[in-house]
């Protein structure tokens, strides 16, 4: 009985691995060709956009690679695993970082648009 749920849980744990893997490759796959077509529009948004696809792809690429940790058997495929885990967790905290500062970027542009345009308005009024 044991060997049959150990079996079970392989396989679980195996395709759970594959749809995490998929998803994270077609996110990332989508939001490469949308952030092609927001550079040939000249999108100014296309470089945030880019950023937080990657990011989600990281993510489901990641849940992968925890999910791979159940399965291991040895402590050289553990540490493997570790190093992928902690390389994709640190592009992950670098791509978040990368857009919490777009974002705030995107931030002082807009305010300084909104303040340019009712000081033009301001001044056509005089």
Not at 38 to 57: C, E, F, S, V, W
Not at 62 to 68: H, K
């Amino acid at each position: 009985m044991q060997h049959i749920l150990e079996t079970i849980l392989r396989y679980a744990i195996g395709y759970g691995i594959l749809l995490f893997e998929y998803v994270g490759v077609i996110i990332l796959i989508v939001t490469g060709v949308q952030g092609v077509v927001g550079y040939i529009k000249k999108d100014p948004h296309m470089r945030l956009n880019l950023a937080q696809g990657m990011a989600t792809a990281l993510s489901f690429k990641l849940g992968g690679e925890i999910l791979r940790t159940v399965i291991v058997q040895d402590f050289e495929e553990i540490a493997i695993v570790a190093c992928i885990i902690i390389l994709r967790a640190a592009l992950t905290f670098l791509i978040h970082w990368e857009i919490k500062h777009m974002e705030q970027d995107e931030l002082i542009r807009e305010r300084k648009n909104t303040e340019k345009a009712l000081s033009d308005a301001g001044a056509e009024k005089m």
